[in-house]
Every structure is written in C-alpha cells, then in structure tokens.
C-alpha cells in the first residue's frame, strides 16, 4: 500500500564510528523515496525517543541532495545525540504513547527509524505494536547498531567491524611494545563486552602472524582465578612478556562479576562495568609477584573513526538504506538484517527480521569460537570476524586533523 507523509529518525545507545553512517544510508534511502512521491521531510530526532517526546526536532531533508553526507559517513559517534530511555510498555504508560502519537500527526510522521542495539530494538517492538491498535498508520523500523554484536537474527552488526579494527591494531601494537624487554612482565587489556565477548575475540585476529595476545578470557566462560594464574605461569615458562586480553563482563561460576563490586546501573539499568582488568593486575601482583601493568581500552573502542573499517562502513551505510526500502514495501516491526552469503570469499545482503525475536535478545559467541582451555579464540572465530576489518576508509584531515560533520 502507498503511503505518503514524513519520516523521522533517531539514534539511541552507545556510539560507533559507524552510527553515522548507517544514518547517512537512512538518509539516502528516503531521499529515493522523497523522489517517488512518498516521503516530504526527513526530520531527525536529537537524542533519539527523548528528543522526539520534546519535539526536538531537526529538518535532514537538505542532506537528499549534499556532499555533507560523504562527511557524516566518516564522523564518528552520533550526529543526532542519543539517549538511553527505554519506554515503558504501553499498559504501564499510555500517556507517552499518546504523546508519541499526537507528535507523528502533528508532523505527518508516516515511517519511523531507530537506529540502536537490543535496547534500542525494545523501543521499535514496543511502538510498532501499539501503532497496529491505532487508526493511523505508522511503519516502524528498527536499524542494527552495536559495538557489541550481539544482536540476534543479524549475522553481525554495524560498528563492530570498526571496532574490531580498532582494537586488533592496539593489540598487535602493545604486542610489539611489551616484547621489548626480557624482565617477567604481565600486561592485562580489558576490552568493553559486559555479556557477551565479541570484541574481545577481535584481539585475537593479529595472531594469525603470532602478534596477538597469549590469552584471551570472554564471558561466555566461566571464569576463575586458580586457572587464570596457571595460564599466565605457564605462559611465563616460555616468555618473559604475558600479553592478557579480557572481557569487562568476564563473571565467575556463579554469575558474579569480576568487576562489579560497587559499579553503578546505567539508564537501561545495565550494571556499569570497568576495572576487571585491575582486578587481575592486582592478582597477578600477589599471587606472582612480577611486573604487572592493566590497561583499559575504554571510548576509543567505540569512537576511533580513524581506523574504520571499509567493509563495516560500507555495510553501514547499505543497511539503513535497506530499511527504508523496507518501509517502502510496506514492512514494519521489522530489523534491517546483515546475512553473510555463502561461499569462500566474504560477502553479504541485506534482508529483515521481525522484531519481537530481536528486543532484548543477547547474542554470545558460540562455544565453537572459544579454546577448550576457556583462555582462547579458534580459528573458526577468526575466520568469522576477519573479513569485517578489511578495508581502509579515505578520511578528509583539515589542520592535520581528522574532518567531521556536525548537525545542528
């Protein structure tokens, strides 16, 4: 069925150096279809479900036709702010649903975009199946966006790729700097991943030439103290550098967080989680004695556009155009999909999955991706991940600094 009106888009979730650019494919897709007759406007929300509750709106419509967009593609985090409001079901709180509803009249708002992670997918689920109880037709569609990968129904997610990049070369890097000396010497990286420990199995890729770390702990695996130290004892029988990747979610047997004693909750209600690795480097202190540094990645993981991948900008972009060419064909409660095609040689296409498989769903690293030991990444994993680094983004550099693109 033909439907004519307006679109609006938001961000919402952590940031990635790819964010930008899966809007800048939102924003491409609607302008083929503004050339068709169906959208007028594209409006952007600032800081996602928020921003639209308060009418803070922005008019995106003249980047249809702007080399801007080439720009926004590169920027890193999220041009259009975020938040981290998860909405209430509408049973508990119509009144926002009512609100959200009079501001898609007001503004004749006909396809809704939110480009997010599993949170963010909970919002689409939930305005999608209250938009099929109202007299007015909205078609809503969530875009895939996480650093952690851990969406389900997709085979990977936009922005994971670059930070994989990203925390592959720091890795390789750090190899080269901590094999310097012949002192005994651990050094422990702690690597974002609260449940799930894609990006940490990304530390992994620079062993393929034997310039990656010697263990690797992700959350998918219980963990323990007694074992971690024998891994680095033994590792320590043969070199004197011990190069220590680890999840900030790695948990014990008992669900316990290695790093949770007094973290915080963040807006979604996620325990806020950071200093595993200084737990360990304590650890080893003790219990070994030899020199022990912890170093934690942190906001580069997500934000170093510098180091982008070409494959994971490219697909970023591919699968926001994607979703509006699916509210073009009528689909709504649905989820711009990434599907790997098979074959030796990587490639992919876009296709969609309904939401309700999506919301608040946790994609965790097979079983078949980690060492039996617990303390490493298969080839298997490596084969998986390694082709969403290739490629290398042309990045435009004013005063020797990397350009970016700024919404007002």
């Known amino acids: 069925m033909k439907l004519i009106g307006n679109a609006v888009v938001g961000q919402s979730g952590g940031p990635t150096a790819a964010i930008n650019a899966t809007l800048a494919g939102v924003i491409e897709?609607?302008?083929?279809?503004?050339?068709?007759?169906?959208?007028?406007?594209?409006?952007?929300m600032k800081n996602g479900i928020e921003g639209l509750l308060n009418e803070a709106l922005c008019d995106l419509t003249p980047l249809f036709n702007s080399s801007d967009r080439e720009l926004l593609k590169v920027t890193p985090a999220a041009a259009l702010g975020s938040c981290r409001r998860r909405l209430k079901s509408h049973d508990v709180d119509g009144a926002t649903y009512e609100r959200l509803l009079e501001i898609f009249k007001k503004y004749d708002i006909r396809y809704f975009f939110y480009i997010g992670g599993n949170d963010s997918m909970d919002t689409v689920y939930k305005l999608s199946e209250y938009a099929k109880g109202q007299s007015y037709e909205l078609r809503v569609i969530g875009v895939p966006k996480t650093i952690d990968n851990d969406l389900q129904a997709t085979d990977h997610t936009p922005g994971f790729g670059s930070a994989a990049k990203y925390i592959a070369t720091s890795v390789k890097e750090m190899r080269r700097d901590v094999s310097v000396y012949q002192v005994k010497a651990v050094t422990i990286v702690e690597i974002m991943g609260r449940d799930a420990g894609w990006l940490t199995a990304a530390s992994a890729l620079p062993n393929i030439t034997g310039d990656g770390p010697d263990l690797i702990y992700l959350p998918e695996r219980a963990f323990s103290f007694e074992s971690f130290i024998e891994d680095v004892n033994e590792v320590l029988k043969t070199k004197p550098a011990v190069l220590v990747c680890v999840s900030e979610g790695i948990r014990f047997a008992d669900g316990r967080y290695v790093a949770a004693s007094g973290a915080a909750a963040d807006g979604f209600g996620h325990v806020q989680l950071s200093g595993a690795g200084k737990v360990l480097e304590h650890l080893v202190k003790e219990k070994i004695g030899?020199?022990?540094?912890?170093v934690e990645l942190n906001l580069p993981q997500r934000c170093a556009s510098h180091i982008a991948s070409l494959t994971d900008i490219n697909e970023a972009v591919g699968v926001g155009k994607s979703a509006a060419h699916l509210a073009k064909d009528g689909k709504s409660g649905v989820m711009a999909t990434i599907l790997r095609k098979p074959g030796e040689s990587y490639s992919a296409e876009f296709g969609y999955a309904d939401i309700s498989l999506i919301a608040n769903e946790v994609k965790g690293v097979p079983v078949a991706y980690i060492n039996e030991r617990g303390n490493g990444i298969t080839k298997e994993g490596i084969d998986y991940i390694l082709p969403l680094i290739v490629g290398e983004v042309n990045i435009p550099y004013e005063n020797g600094l990397p350009k970016h693109f700024k919404i007002d």
């Open 29 to 44: 897709g609607c302008a083929e279809l503004c050339e068709l007759g169906l959208i007028g406007k594209l409006y952007g």
């Open 290 to 294: 030899c020199k022990v540094r912890s």
